[in-house]
């Protein structure tokens, strides 16, 4: 089992702050990592796939970026409304895995 | 527009069956792009996939859950339905049923609304 291991746990940002957050794999995994937005009562949402493509719809302050085993999400100029928690899924073998997620908070 | 609906129990005594059906509107479960899938999360804890099965029938489980857990579907209904037997504490969960994009990278691209499922006597 490829295990995701995402850091921080926790982040309390300010709005307008860029918020960084990093997702490693226990193995190589190329650019098989998928990048998702969890709020509070609604389904998560797809961000980002394969490390770094764009996902229509989704507000362009969101990039991610990587490859092999480490991977990172950005989030430059945070908004009230991204107020979350972040996961990362890997899609290179199964079982399909995700990371323990990095809530992020609006201070 | 694709949309996934859960329904089933939301509470199930320990040892008994949890069954959950998603109704899938706007995609067609032949479509052999997709895998149909089932993700949960237990309060407070982070996503876990459970399994998928794809248009010809196969389906791939977790090994964690493999011998108790069941994905099915009915092509006729556009309905994929799961089945965890032998059911304890450690089950309750959000359970969603989701959309595997096989084609666009292998992500889940749409989502139910993952209803609460809590096992307790």
């Known amino acids: 089992e490829i295990v995701l291991t995402q850091s921080p746990d926790f982040q309390s940002v300010t709005p307008k702050e860029t918020v960084t957050i990093t997702c490693r794999a226990s193995q190589t995994i190329g650019s098989s990592l998928h990048w998702y937005q969890h709020k509070p009562n609604q389904s998560p949402k797809l961000l980002i796939k394969f490390a770094s493509q764009s996902i229509s719809g989704v507000p362009s302050r969101f990039s991610g970026s990587g490859s092999g085993a480490d991977f990172t999400l950005t989030i430059s100029g945070l908004e009230a409304e991204d107020a979350a928690t972040y996961y990362c899924q890997q899609s290179y073998g199964l079982p399909l895995t995700f990371g323990g997620g990095t809530k992020v908070e609006i201070k | 527009q694709v949309q996934l609906q859960e329904s089933g129990p939301g509470l199930v005594k320990p040892s008994q069956t949890l069954s959950l059906t998603c109704t899938v509107s706007g995609a067609s479960l032949t479509n052999n792009e997709?895998?149909?899938?089932?993700?949960?999360?237990?309060?407070?804890?982070?996503?876990?996939?459970?399994?998928?099965?794809?248009?010809?029938?196969?389906?791939?489980?977790?090994?964690?859950?493999?011998?108790?857990?069941?994905?099915?579907?009915?092509?006729?209904?556009?309905?994929?339905?799961?089945?965890?037997?032998?059911?304890?504490?450690?089950?309750?969960?959000?359970?969603?049923?989701?959309?595997?994009?096989?084609?666009?990278?292998?992500?889940?691209?749409?989502?139910?609304?993952?209803?609460?499922?809590?096992?307790?006597s």
Not at chain 2, 35 to 57: A, F, H, N
Not at chain 2, 66 to 92: C, E, H, Y
Request: glycine residues 10%; aromatic residues 18%.
């Open chain 2, 34 to 120: 997709y895998y149909w899938s089932w993700v949960r999360q237990p309060p407070g804890k982070g996503l876990e996939w459970i399994g998928y099965i794809y248009y010809s029938g196969d389906s791939f489980n977790n090994p964690s859950l493999r011998s108790r857990l069941t994905i099915s579907m009915d092509t006729s209904k556009n309905q994929f339905s799961l089945k965890l037997t032998s059911v304890t504490a450690a089950d309750t969960a959000f359970y969603y049923c989701a959309r595997y994009n096989q084609a666009n990278g292998g992500n889940f691209d749409h989502w139910g609304q993952g209803p609460l499922v809590i096992v307790s």
